[in-house]
């Protein structure tokens, strides 16, 4: 069975109260949870992972090397700073997504720019708890 790795960085752990008309109203564990459903119909395994921590992130990543096929970051305002979790990404090797709750794109200038997102297979922004759906379901076909 296929493995796939969620990542959540730095204060998605707030969801569902941190500026809810931004990132909407759903928690990480309502995201969680849709996520594992989602799992089961598609055949697919995961786990879920999140830190406030550059450090843990990329550790979790390291030890992500011929445990996990796929992963799934949301690396937050990581995006837009970290070196480390781009070469941590692009030392292990595994095809990877990135998604944003919110569109990025749309909003404040510094925003825009993804350290991550080059050393990925693709990028969602904007679609809610559905990017990480839809992501989820793109791996489970590849
Ligand atoms: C975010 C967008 C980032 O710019 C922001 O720092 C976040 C959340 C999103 O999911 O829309 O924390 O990654």
């Not at 989602?38 to 786990?47: D, G, S, T």
């Not at 700073?81 to 998604?99: G, H, K, L, W, Y």
């Amino acid at each position: 069975m296929k493995k796939i790795l969620i990542i959540n960085g730095p204060n998605l752990n707030l969801l569902g109260t941190r500026e809810p008309e931004i990132y909407g109203k759903l928690t990480l564990n309502d995201i969680e949870t849709q996520l594992k459903n989602k799992a089961e119909q598609l055949r697919v395994e995961i786990e879920c992972f999140q830190s406030n921590s550059e450090g843990e992130i990329v550790d979790k990543i390291s030890s992500a090397r011929n445990k996990f096929d796929a992963i799934i970051i949301n690396p937050a305002a990581y995006t837009h700073t970290s070196v480390a979790i781009r070469d941590a990404i692009s030392a292990v090797a595994i095809a990877s997504i990135e998604v944003h709750i919110s569109n990025v794109y749309s909003r404040e200038e510094f925003r825009h720019k993804s350290f991550i997102a080059p050393v990925c297979i693709g990028q969602i922004s904007g679609l809610g708890v559905n990017g990480y759906l839809l992501a989820l379901e793109y791996f489970s076909n590849i």
